[in-house]
């Protein structure tokens, strides 16, 4: 009988997700709710702004918890793997007071809102569906308390905060893992060109021209005052072979032809993260906003990124109350 009714319980939810929720946009909804086993979901929602269904990966500990916003890397999560593919944050935050949300998607976009359709990308609104769709949606149906964190690695620790300044009190903490906290100058500009490039997307079509002043808009370097108040944590490594260049450890599984490509891509690649990084971090102290930072021996990797969100956990969890 008890396992009845929870099903019973279970099947309401599901139904009642497709009814839109107070306070969240018009038109933007969840459509279905998915069981994986123990407290982890997978939701689909509706983006009214981009007119298509977005995947979310979620752990949801009961009602009454906060929200942790983890973004994937650069390819979305679809072809190498998202967050819970590629580290333990599934068995890491299965004891924490705390929602864990992954969307899934949203390769080559910066997680913002472009100017214009792409014609590979297609149409990304992606601030206003993590900012303004999904949260209430999910606050409402899920019982969270209204206090986040958002955490992103590579290009998404530029879109995490990005997505702090644009959206004053929505975050209390903030995790940079690996990011190029720079866009509007032309070294960094050209950079963003070239990481979108690799997925055929143009850059032109996100924020202009780079005499676009959306360029300068999206720019953590020139906004650094504006994340005073929120718990931050700011990573980089140096491209020099690290703790997690060995044979045995993640994604090289014994191979010395990947662990060969981390070393020379994924160094080089951590060299200009780390290059970006260091003038950001000198801009935030100028500006007296207190970060904790993690400069580390080591190369562009998972590895180093779960260790991060290992490391700074204890962190966000003091700010969004978990």
């Known amino acids: 009988m008890r396992s009845l009714v929870r099903c019973l319980v279970f099947l309401f939810a599901v139904c009642a997700a497709t009814i839109p929720t107070a306070g969240a946009e018009p038109g933007s909804q969840i459509l279905e709710i998915r069981p994986l086993g123990g407290r982890q979901f997978e939701v689909v929602v509706r983006s009214a702004a981009m007119d298509r269904p977005i995947t979310l990966w979620m752990s949801h500990p009961g009602a009454g918890a906060p929200a942790l916003y983890l973004l994937n890397a650069v390819d979305g999560g679809e072809d190498g793997g998202p967050w819970t593919r590629r580290t333990d944050i599934a068995d890491f935050f299965a004891d924490k007071h705390v929602n864990v949300i992954v969307p899934m998607g949203g390769r080559a976009s910066y997680y913002t809102d472009w100017l214009n359709d792409d014609p590979i990308l297609g149409r990304n609104k992606w601030t206003t569906f993590l900012t303004r769709e999904l949260p209430p949606l999910l606050e409402s149906r899920f019982g969270m308390t209204g206090r986040n964190a958002v955490a992103g690695l590579s290009m998404s620790a530029t ?162 109350g978990a």
């Not at 975050?171 to 690996?178: D, E, F, H, L, R």
């Not at 808009?217 to 700011?234: K, Q």
């Not at 191979?255 to 971090?281: H, K, N, Q, W, Y």
């Open 159 to 320: 879109s995490a905060l990005n997505l702090a300044i644009g959206a004053p009190g929505r975050y209390q903490a903030v995790g940079s893992y690996s990011g190029c906290p720079r866009t509007s100058d032309p070294a960094a500009n050209a950079y963003v060109h070239s990481e979108l490039a690799v997925f055929g997307a143009n850059a032109d079509n996100m924020w202009g021209a780079p005499d676009n002043p959306a360029w300068a808009e999206h720019d953590p370097m020139l906004h650094a005052d504006r994340l005073r108040g929120i718990a931050l944590y700011i990573s980089a490594g140096n491209g020099v072979p690290g703790a997690h260049e060995t044979l045995g450890d993640l994604d090289i599984e014994g191979s010395p032809v990947r662990l060969l490509d981390r070393i020379a891509v994924g160094g080089v690649m951590e060299t200009v993260i780390g290059g970006c990084t260091r003038p950001f971090l000198d801009r935030l102290a100028a500006a007296g906003v207190p970060a904790t930072v993690k400069l580390r021996q080591g190369t562009h990797a998972w590895a180093y990124w779960q260790d991060d969100v290992h490391e700074s956990w204890p962190l966000f969890a003091a700010a969004i």
